[in-house]
């Protein structure tokens, strides 16, 4: 039996199963059985995923996690407990009410992929990508080292930050990402209309596939910080009303070396 578990079998856990060999639960028991299909070691309770368990990792929408955070607190009481929930600060607060023997780190991999649910989980959405681990008032040293380690060994990058900085981050990084998408998927329907759909190549599905996540994570994040993201908003409409001044003034200097720049921080997020 794995000494590792996870509890929550959409993408991002049934991902982890897959690529950490844990064994999961979902409370669903149809996602369980798509889960069992595709080799995962299943259980059918939360104490059994949890029992034996040196680590259990939580990948539950965050409105969620703190209720399990807290019972895995009270079932697995030394297990190392971790979550991927894309807010900090509320679980990091949460985190502070756990069982006095209860060690936990917060986490948060940036992986994602175009499709959703267990049917799209694959082991290889974590390499060479960001893993965010923040330590918290029930955090040590083992404890994060053993996140750490974890997650290296799935081939993710582990990137230490506390909680309000993680979440500061997260308005330029994922949030105004759902956003701007969602204006661009919006702004192309209504020009385009029915053609829309006949003619969108790479280009215009690569720029809106968060707008086709589900709505109840876009507006999680939306409603995160809400004077953030309309900063950034704000800061990223600025930057359009300057490529769209250069254009009108036919400034083709101006619009090269916008699109430069913009090309050299696109190279620089690759690596």
Do not use: C, N
Not at 59 to 73: D, F, K
Not at 150 to 175: C, F, K, N, Q, Y
Not at 256 to 268: L, S
């Amino acid at each position: 039996m794995s000494r590792t578990a996870v509890v929550g079998l959409g993408l991002i856990g049934g991902s982890f199963a897959l690529a950490a060999g844990a064994r999961g639960y979902d409370r669903d028991p149809a996602v369980r059985a798509r889960a069992r299909a595709r080799g995962i070691e299943t259980v059918d309770s939360l104490e059994a995923a949890a029992a034996g368990a040196a680590l259990v990792l939580t990948a539950v929408p965050t409105a969620l996690t703190p209720e399990l955070l807290r019972a895995l607190s009270v079932i697995a009481p030394d297990a190392v407990l971790t979550d991927t929930a894309s807010l900090k600060k509320p679980i990091v607060a949460a985190a502070a009410g756990l069982g006095p023997r209860t060690r936990f780190v917060g986490g948060h991999p940036m992986a994602g992929a175009r499709r959703r649910g267990i049917e799209a989980a694959a082991p290889e959405i974590f390499r060479g990508r960001p893993w965010a681990l923040v330590r918290t008032a029930r955090s040590d040293d083992e404890s994060m080292a053993a996140v750490s380690d974890l997650v290296v060994s799935i081939g993710a990058r582990p990137v230490t930050l506390d909680a309000e900085r993680h979440d500061r981050l997260m308005t330029w990084v994922s949030h105004l990402p759902h956003a701007v998408a969602s204006a661009l998927a919006r702004a192309a329907g209504a020009a385009a209309g029915d053609d829309l759909a006949r003619l969108a190549g790479p280009g215009l599905l690569d720029a809106t596939r968060l707008a086709g996540q589900p709505v109840a994570l876009a507006l999680e994040l939306a409603l995160a910080d809400p004077e953030s993201l309309a900063g950034a908003i704000d800061a990223a409409r600025a930057e359009l009303g300057k490529l769209s001044a250069a254009l009108r003034g036919a400034d083709a200097d101006a619009v090269r070396a916008m699109f430069e720049e913009a090309e050299t921080i696109r190279r620089a997020m690759e690596g």
